[in-house]
């Protein structure tokens, strides 16, 4: 008796595993998979490494791990394709297609990106010290496959959308990279400081919310590393925490978020609007009529940035910098001259950076759309 969904395949009967050893001993290009699902280059310590022992994988295969035990909800499994071939450990099962004229290689991987995936392939794990989902487990995955004229079809919608996508974060990248060489260059001169951010900032300003009052929540996780904009706030009843209005800058002070430049440039809220985030957050806000723009490319500059880490202290895991470590930072107090010319850009800038970032959220939305209809065709 046939069980399997209108449509669905099994994918045992599309796959098969690729085990071709690195016998030159070559040690480059050495990759790693990332829950994220992509190929990463490999942090592993190769000293004394042989290196005849690791896996080729070359572009257009895979390479997945087949332990889930330490990698949380996700599973790590990638497609090669930004390059021609690489070296993952001999642990790793690397596979591919066997026709690509029956199966686009492409299109697994946008199954292989579903959540229902994730979730089916940690519940078919097992193992009593380590989760192993086999390669057996990975055969009896059942998957729509249509017309290969189909899967193109659906491979090409998501493409459309990751190059708009990667077009609007690169707008975003150079609009920042190009502000902020403005502004070092305009606010750092090789002149003495004569005051200190304390002097022409407020730090952690007073910012009104009731307990229990339902308000936008930032946390942790919503700081980009890169970028001004915080993206994936939830509404919840305020229980403690840093709370910040439009025009505030955040910069987080324990590590290795501050290492890792974990901060944001908040206009993204309601006039009057109070939100909340991580207690592990530093608030800078404008003072004597200096534009809130000044901050956010301020705790961006280098030297605030080198300033800053030299106060981590606390214990290994847990260190952190205050506020007024940070407040104490040495400058040149800025011209009103100087302040009105950058802010005319900055501040074009930043609402451009907020715009394009809305757009690459409802595009990471739409994305989303067309892995999880995958299962409708």
Known sequence: MNNLKDGYKQLGQYIRQVDVRNKEGKGENLLGVSVQKRFIPSIA????????????????????????????????????????????????????VVDIEQLLPEYLMLWFSRPEFDRYARYKSHGSVREIFDWNELCMVELPVPPIEKQRKIVDAYNTISKRIELKKQINDNLE????????????????????????????????????????????????????????????????????????????????????????????????????GSTEYIVFASKDSIPSSFYYFLIRNQNFVTFALQFMNGSSG????????????????????????????????????????????????????????????
Do not use: W
């Open 45 to 96: 310590n190769t000293v004394g490494t042989d290196f005849t022992k690791y896996k080729i994988v070359k572009k257009g295969q895979f390479t997945y791990i087949p332990d889930t035990s330490r990698r949380g909800d996700k599973i790590g499994i990638a497609l090669l394709d930004d390059y021609d071939e690489g070296l993952v450990s001999n642990v790793y099962t690397v596979f591919e």
């Open 177 to 276: 990279a190009a502000t902020q060489a403005y502004f070092d260059n305009l606010f750092f001169p090789a002149i003495e400081p004569n005051c200190t951010l304390a002097d022409i900032a407020e730090v952690n300003p007073i910012r009104h919310l009731k307990k229990g009052e339902a308000a936008r929540c930032f946390d942790m996780s919503t700081l980009p590393t890169n970028g001004c904009i915080p993206t994936g706030d939830e509404v919840k009843p305020y229980n403690g925490g840093v709370r910040f209005i439009n025009g505030d800058t955040l910069i987080a002070r324990i590590t290795p978020c501050l290492e890792n430049g974990k901060a944001a440039y908040i206009n993204l809220l309601k006039d009057g609007e109070v939100a909340f």
């Open 318 to 377: 847990r260190q952190r910098v205050s506020g007024d470590q940070l407040a104490s930072f040495p400058l040149v107090r800025p011209s009103i001259k100087n302040l009105q010319a950058f802010d005319k850009i900055a501040s074009m800038v930043l609402e451009h950076i907020k715009e394009n970032t809305d757009e690459i959220m409802k595009l990471n939305q739409l994305q989303a759309l067309v892995t999880t209809t995958i299962s409708s065709h």
